[in-house]
């Protein structure tokens, strides 16, 4: 077996993915094998991957050349987050780019696990996270049952719109989010497109919503990057409650968002 698996820092970030694939599964977000999750490991991993020639090699479909010798943990193709949250690595594998940018290896536990059919959205994202170089090295892509329905409603299907009924559900989510959610037109999974639309979208947000899909954050850890996700279903649930009560909800107020943003100095 590579060592790589028994190291106790890369335990620690495991034992977080197992915690929040079973909430995402509980939460019901996680039909099927619906979602995926990646991290970049490369502080912790790299140097301890044995072996690498022995491994499967692939080519991406797009080049990185940012993320030359990035190693990720990474979810597989077909795989159930239930599963995840019970065995880590029999759903799971690390991915190691190779210096060229183009190919990477997929080092497996045992059999060789298949990293998700988003790979081009995760890893083009992780691309943008290193290039801007900061702390964010986590991305979780899930199916939120009340966010997907927002984005079903034509009354919402503006990015503007779509903030304005989130925000103005509760005060947390505002303070949570404040930059709000991007939203990209409808694409089809798992192409280069929807990961250049998600790319560039995340340049002003730090989540993105796929209309009649699901949505992606992307943040420093396992924990926070659900509570993020979480925090905008629950406005995304009010504000789906209120609509089937009848009524359109009186949410926060652009003035009382401006209070908030003074009083938890958000930028
Ligand atoms: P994977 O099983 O390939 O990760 O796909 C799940 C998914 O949610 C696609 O968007
Ligand atoms: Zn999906």
């Known amino acids: 077996m590579n060592t790589v698996f028994a190291n106790k820092e890369l335990k620690k970030v495991t034992d977080k993915v197992s915690e929040v694939a079973g909430y995402l599964w509980e939460k019901g977000w996680a039909e099927r094998n619906a979602g995926n999750i990646s991290i970049n490991i490369t502080d912790i991993a790299k140097g301890r991957v044995e072996n690498l020639s022995s491994y499967p090699t692939k080519q991406l479909s797009i080049t990185l050349p940012s993320l030359a010798n990035n190693i990720f943990f990474i979810t597989g193709t077909g795989k159930r987050m239930r599963e995840v949250a019970r065995d880590i690595w029999g759903n799971c594998s690390i991915v190691v780019v190779h210096e060229d940018g183009k190919t990477y290896s997929i080092v497996s536990e045992g059999e060789t ?39 079903l409603l034509p009354s919402l299907s503006k990015e503007a719109d779509m903030n304005e009924a989130l925000w103005g559900m509760h005060p947390e989510t505002y303070i949570v989010v404040p930059k709000g959610v991007g939203l990209i037109p409808y694409e089809v999974p798992g192409t280069d497109d929807i990961a250049k639309l998600t790319v560039d979208s995340l340049q002003s947000h730090d989540v993105v919503v796929w209309p009649k899909h699901g949505c992606l954050a992307i943040g420093k850890d396992m924990i926070e990057t659900f509570d993020v996700i979480d925090t905008l279903n629950k406005s995304a649930i009010l504000y789906l409650l209120c609509k089937s009560a009848g009524e359109s909800p009186m949410g926060l107020k652009k003035g009382e968002r401006d209070v908030l943003k003074i009083a938890f100095k958000i930028a």
């Open 113 to 151: 696990v298949i990293p998700t059919s988003e790979l081009p959205t995760h890893l083009s994202v992780h691309q943008e996270m290193v290039k801007r170089g900061g702390t964010d090295k986590v991305l979780i892509h899930t199916h939120p049952n009340e966010i997907v329905a927002m984005s």
